[in-house]
């Protein structure tokens, strides 16, 4: 059973720092496209950042510039960087793992950007 398992997620102010990782158990992990969502209370659950195979990347309008999606198939990890933290980034986070037919979610990490 492939799982995935989220962490370095906290409480920050406006304006810091947190690096999300996602780390999975799934050995053909580099053939897998690697997504963070999040989810925001009463808010429908949106994608952040997602990082293919082939090494391209796409993030969201309202954290490009603030947040970089990253990968290391060696240590079958993805990773999000997020600086610049706004009060609005605050959500449960996700992360989604995407190849042919097949999905896998983890259990998501709370992330709250609060003064």
């Known amino acids: 059973q492939v799982q995935l398992v989220e962490s370095g997620g906290g409480l920050v102010q406006p304006g810091e720092s947190l690096r999300l990782a996602c780390t999975a158990s799934?050995?053909?992990?580099?053939?897998?496209?690697v997504n963070w969502y999040r989810q925001a209370p009463g808010k429908q659950r949106e994608l952040v950042a997602s990082l293919g195979s082939g090494g391209g990347t796409n993030h969201a309008d309202s954290v490009k510039g603030r947040f970089t999606i990253s990968r290391d198939n060696a240590k079958r990890t993805g990773d999000l960087q997020m600086n610049s933290l706004k009060p609005e980034d605050t959500a449960v986070y996700y992360c989604k793992l995407q190849g042919t037919g097949r999905t896998y979610w983890g259990q998501g990490t709370q992330v709250t950007v609060s003064a």
């Open positions: 799934i050995i053909s992990f580099a053939r897998y496209t």
